[in-house]
């Protein structure tokens, strides 16, 4: 069983549409994150949930919008994508934000290129 | 402000040679320290922890010593195999302002056989 799954794996879409990338973890882990990683491979934190609640919103633009429907899923949802957002997105999860529990969990990554 | 500084790749050695990856890192306290591999088309996965001072974290033949006199987290490897080949990234997670993961630039290793 995948530990952290994030559907769909590959999406190429015109500039403008809208999109969504679903996450699911299935460890029973309370805190779950958006990472998005460039063609550098730099990696930075997007958004970050505890318990469903939005702890961490790292100066992303608002046509990214989180949703965490129950404490297993965080989805995100991309309006009028642009050019720049050509990345791969990463969903995550951890047992927590304390030391000793903030282990984290990757999906597999979602690349998403906007032509 | 709180920082992760790893060494630039990429980094390309013969197979059994010796593997250094550098990282040092800034913050408050003493936060606990991570080194996670990326393998091709992979995300990322754990690599292995130390979690305060001196404690030394190992895997799979890797080890990294927390050094708070020098804030550095060096991996290292005695012997590396082509299937080692992937971006490794030192991370450092952050309890301030929330809770984060901060992650180095990641340092790309090719082993050649």
């Known amino acids: 069983d995948t530990a952290v799954s994030q559907t769909p794996k590959y999406l190429v879409t015109q500039m403008g549409n809208d999109k969504s990338i679903k996450c699911e973890q299935n460890l029973g882990h309370d805190t779950m994150y958006w990472y998005k990683q460039d063609s550098k491979k730099f990696l930075k934190i997007m958004f970050s949930?505890?318990?469903?609640?939005?702890?961490i919103n790292e100066t992303v633009p608002n046509r990214f919008s989180p949703k965490s429907p129950d404490k297993a899923h965080l989805n995100l949802h991309i309006n009028s994508l642009e050019l720049g957002d050509s990345a791969v997105y990463f969903c995550?999860?951890?047992?927590?934000?304390?030391?000793?529990?903030?282990?984290?969990?990757f999906g597999e990554g979602s690349w998403l290129t906007v032509v | 402000g709180n920082s992760v500084t790893q060494m630039e790749g990429p980094v390309t050695l013969s197979e059994e040679a010796f593997l250094t990856i550098n990282c040092t890192y800034t913050a408050t306290g003493y936060p606990s320290l991570f080194w996670y591999v990326q393998y091709p088309g992979e995300g990322l996965q754990l690599l292995l922890k130390?979690?305060?001072?001196?404690d030394k974290g190992s895997n799979k033949g890797f080890e990294a010593t927390y050094r708070k006199e020098t804030t550095s987290f060096h991996l290292e490897k005695g012997s590396v195999q082509v299937s080692d080949s992937a971006v490794y990234f030192c991370?450092?997670?952050?309890?301030?302002?929330?809770?984060?993961?901060?992650f180095g630039a990641g340092t790309r290793l090719f082993v050649k056989a």
């Open positions: 991370a450092l997670p952050l309890s301030t302002g929330g809770f984060k993961t901060i």
């Open positions: 995550a999860s951890s047992q927590g934000t304390d030391r000793g529990r903030n282990t984290i969990y």
């Open positions: 949930y505890n318990n469903k609640e939005l702890i």
């Open positions: 130390a979690t305060k001072a001196d």
